[in-house]
């Protein structure tokens, strides 16, 4: 994990217009989170396992499952995850099995993460600025 320090620390944003502004550029919200607290992933490679610019975000008024919630943006960071080799081979066999093979554990996932992408990770976020502040 490589943190990348931001201008959008503590910024507070409605939830929904934050994420109307950043699902258009590729961002989702990502698995783990919750009714406090959760992230905006943004894909940066899958080539050897996945390389992601993840922007954490805390509820600030209201939980994450309900209208009108204000959040709060934590320090963007890059992250790799490295899955199992082979799982996806067998993923494939049925959209039911594959359903659960999905969330197999990864083989690393805090896998050193990749040189050539920390500059792009540092651009990500300083798009988000230009974009949000």
Do not use: C
Not at 80 to 99: E, P, T
Not at 109 to 114: H, Q
């Amino acid at each position: 994990m490589i943190e990348i320090p931001s201008k959008l620390e503590g910024e507070q944003y409605s939830l929904f217009d934050l994420e109307s502004e950043l699902k258009p550029l590729g961002y989702s919200i990502g698995g783990g989170w919750d009714y406090e607290k959760g992230f905006f992933d943004y894909k940066i490679d899958d080539e050897v396992g996945y390389q992601y610019l993840r922007v954490p975000f805390t509820a600030s008024s209201g939980a994450l499952d309900s209208r009108n919630t204000s959040v709060a943006i934590g320090r963007p960071f890059l992250l790799s995850h490295k899955y199992q080799i082979g799982l996806d081979d067998h993923a494939r066999v049925g959209n039911f099995q594959a359903s659960f093979n999905q969330f197999s554990e990864p083989q690393d996932k805090d896998a050193s993460f990749p040189e050539e992408y920390i500059d792009v990770g540092k651009a990500l976020v300083k798009e988000l600025e230009e974009l949000l502040l």
